[in-house]
């Protein structure tokens, strides 16, 4: 059998899988993510949400005022490739919208 051709089988079960592996955080650094940085994400800012019929939807023009859910001042949802990653406040950059993040969403901690 070449070395080319590795069966599944050859593997150990009882190997831990890369995503589960721990690397001591002194032991990473942004080098360690070279290989995709030039990999591209989607990032969205959500300000709210808001339900409506098609009905309604049809009935906006321009000037029409659409309630969200959420309060003046409170954080948006920052998303990347739709993945809630943190949450941040509206600021205006040279007279352009931006984002900054106040907080980061650890793993498992996405209660709004």
């Not at 009882?14 to 591209?40: H, I, M, T, Y």
């Amino acid at each position: 059998m070449s070395d080319d051709n590795l069966q599944l089988e050859e593997f150990g079960t009882d190997q831990a899988l890369a995503n589960e592996l721990k690397v001591p955080a002194e032991a990473r650094s942004a080098g360690d993510l070279a290989p995709v940085f030039d990999v591209p994400v989607n990032i969205s800012a959500v300000l709210g949400r808001a339900n409506m019929s098609v009905a309604q939807l049809l009935q906006l023009t321009q000037g029409s005022v659409l309630e969200l859910d959420r309060k003046v001042g409170e954080a948006i949802d920052i998303y990347v490739n739709n993945r809630l990653v943190a949450r941040g406040e509206v600021v205006v950059v040279d007279e352009r919208l931006g984002v900054t993040m106040t907080e980061i969403i650890k793993d498992g901690d996405t209660a709004a």
